[in-house]
């Protein structure tokens, strides 16, 4: 079955502890990128990856990092989580970039609290 | 500044009835615009994608249409089910970049 998956779904953790959110994807697909959901706020772009080992900002990149080290795999890292990083993380992907024609999938979501 | 809006932002419907969702964007250059279907708690799923070249777009019971001259998108629901109470996002795409403007969203719920 065709689709993009995220570990884990619901993660409780302290400020200042390191976590990663992983996402993979079973498509194939060249781009894939991040977003954050936040009650009242449309859904926000984290960071995005063309291709293997090129990613880029998107509009809220403070705060994550990313690694694009294999096609299937866009993991998300939080070095030093900060209560107003709690929120519903969206991983999505697509055949290629996202101003041709093509359909993103995205992942379940991860709901992350940060205390 | 480029901006997607939508409306209403939430709206309670009867089982069987029909509604429209709008959206409203100011984003240029314009590539093409999408509508999402997000349950509660899930990831949004796409349901049509139309480029400025298309007037209406099916997929089963929902239909969008795209005015590109006044940059107005809309939803039709027709015949509406349980299974359709969810929220409903418009996003457009910036021409020549990889930019996606998302919508708040519009929640319907429907009642038996």
């Known amino acids: 079955e065709a689709q993009v998956t995220q570990n884990p779904r619901y993660l409780i953790t302290v400020t200042g502890k390191k976590l990663t959110v992983t996402c993979s994807q079973n498509m194939n697909h060249e781009y894939m990128s991040w977003y954050r959901q936040d009650p009242g706020l449309g859904l926000r772009q984290i960071y995005y990856s063309m291709n293997v080992e090129v990613t880029d900002k998107g509009d809220v990149p403070e705060g994550y990092k990313v690694s694009r080290k294999e096609k299937r795999n866009f993991p998300l890292i939080l070095e030093s989580p900060s209560p107003n990083q709690t929120s519903l993380y969206f991983c999505?992907?697509?055949?290629?970039?996202?101003?041709?024609?093509?359909?993103?999938?995205f992942g379940p979501g991860t709901r992350l609290l940060v205390l | 500044k480029n901006q997607v809006e939508q409306s209403p932002q939430s709206l309670i419907i009867l089982e069987g009835k029909n509604c429209t969702l709008q959206c409203n964007y100011t984003v240029s250059p314009f590539s093409n615009l999408r509508w999402y279907k997000q349950d509660t708690g899930r990831g949004p799923v796409s349901l049509t994608i139309m480029t400025f070249s298309e007037n209406t777009k099916s997929n089963g019971r929902y239909t969008a249409t795209l005015d590109a001259d006044t940059k107005q998108s809309s939803l039709h629901i027709t015949a509406s089910q349980l299974s359709d109470s969810a929220s409903y996002i418009c996003v457009v795409s910036v021409g020549n970049t990889d930019k996606l403007i998302f919508g708040t969203g519009t929640r319907l719920q429907v009642f038996p």
């Open positions: 999505a992907s697509s055949i290629v970039r996202p101003r041709a024609y093509e359909t993103q999938y």
